[in-house]
């Protein structure tokens, strides 16, 4: 049988916290009233709970990447676009290093918007964006193309690299949190670049 | 590796043949992975156990990576009881898979029942050597079905 805990000290943790609430629980039981009590069990049962959801075992992430597609000797790469457009200097940057670049802007909607299903006006702001930043890479004499991807930066990466192939990402975006997982999810180069001002 | 993560692999999200780098963070990383994607051939790569973690190949949950690859590169040495944990487990769960070591001759000779010499490379090979060494890996083990 797989143990739902992933180290021993979590299990430890959780039989401390099953400890610290049956105390709780008992002496609730013995000095106060019934909605007390009630109370107490709610908030021990909710602590208990908490822990294993949290603490639940996850699939770890290894970086990985689809063979490249295209010419061996040519190099590819994906422009994440985020936020604003990359600068100049990055635009530079990417035709020092890249042969071809695909623009690729997720249609950025609010979770309402999905729910409702409403994500038009997402996608022709996404358009607008795809279709400034693929002019301003051409006219830096990038051989760019452009798609508007899913919502998801991740899904719209991964569909790019199935579709156009990808030796590095180069991300127009300042989120910590989105540099991490494109790191932690791909096997190829992954790169920051500034926006424009 | 974060918090509240186990260390069971996610399945490939690519199409094959696949060869699962085992290869602590370093400089090399990208290149080899470079040079096996323009071979043909879809990467993943496992920074490979700890202390804290063993590797899921040595307990109940196994590992999807492993055993979804067609060859697995071991760039994690024979130093550690953990590197060694990894190899044994993979020699003994998958024993038809296709396993490269880079290994120094001298920790190889030590550890014969995991380092075949044929399977062994030498400690820092090129990205062009480790294609070369892949792709017959992968040939050997195709004519064998």
Redesign the interface.
């Known amino acids: 049988?797989?143990s739902p805990f992933?180290?021993e000290a979590q299990a430890f943790r959780f039989l401390l916290l099953v400890a610290v609430g049956t105390a709780a629980v008992v002496v609730a039981h013995a000095v106060a009233g019934r909605t007390v009590l009630v109370v107490v069990c709610v908030l021990a049962a909710g602590a208990l709970a908490a822990s294993y959801l949290?603490?639940?075992?996850?699939?770890?992430?290894?970086?990985?990447?689809?063979?490249?597609l295209g010419p061996?000797a040519e190099r590819r790469a994906l422009l994440l676009l985020v936020e604003d457009a990359p600068d100049e200097a990055a635009l530079a940057g990417l035709r020092e290093r890249s042969d071809r670049v695909l623009v690729v802007a997720p249609v950025g909607t609010s979770a309402l918007r999905h729910w409702v299903s409403d994500v038009d006006r997402a996608r022709d702001r996404a358009r607008s964006r795809l279709e400034d930043a693929v002019s301003r890479a051409q006219a830096a004499q990038l051989d760019a193309t452009g798609v508007v991807g899913d919502e998801d930066p991740l899904a719209a990466i991964?569909d790019a690299?199935?579709t156009f192939g990808g030796?590095e990402i180069v991300a127009a975006t300042s989120d910590p949190e989105l540099l991490a997982a494109l790191r932690g999810r791909y096997?190829?180069?992954v790169t920051a670049v500034s926006g424009r001002r | 590796?974060a918090r509240?993560?186990?260390?069971?692999?996610?399945t490939?999200?690519?199409?094959g043949p696949r060869v699962l780098?085992e290869h602590p963070a370093r400089e090399d990383?990208?290149a080899r992975?470079?040079a096996l994607?323009?071979?043909?051939?879809?990467?993943?790569?496992?920074p490979g156990p700890t202390a804290?973690d063993r590797c899921p190949l040595a307990g109940?949950?196994g590992c999807a990576?492993a055993h979804d690859a067609d060859v697995v590169v071991s760039s994690l040495g024979l130093e550690t009881d953990e590197a060694r944990e990894a190899l044994a487990a993979l020699r003994a769960r998958l024993p038809r898979l296709p396993v490269l070591v880079e290994a120094g001759a001298a920790a190889a000779s030590r550890w014969p029942q995991l380092v075949r010499e044929r399977d062994r490379l030498e400690p820092g090979v090129e990205p062009s050597e480790l294609v070369e060494r892949v792709d017959a890996a992968l040939e050997e083990a195709r004519g064998g079905d």
């Open positions: 049988m797989t992933r180290t949290v603490g639940r075992p996850r699939p770890r992430t290894l970086p990985s990447a689809p063979a490249h061996p991964d690299l199935r030796d096997a190829i180069p | 590796m509240h993560e186990t260390l069971r692999p996610q490939w999200e690519w199409p780098l990383t990208h992975v470079d994607r323009r071979a043909g051939y879809a990467v993943a790569v496992c804290a109940d949950e990576a």
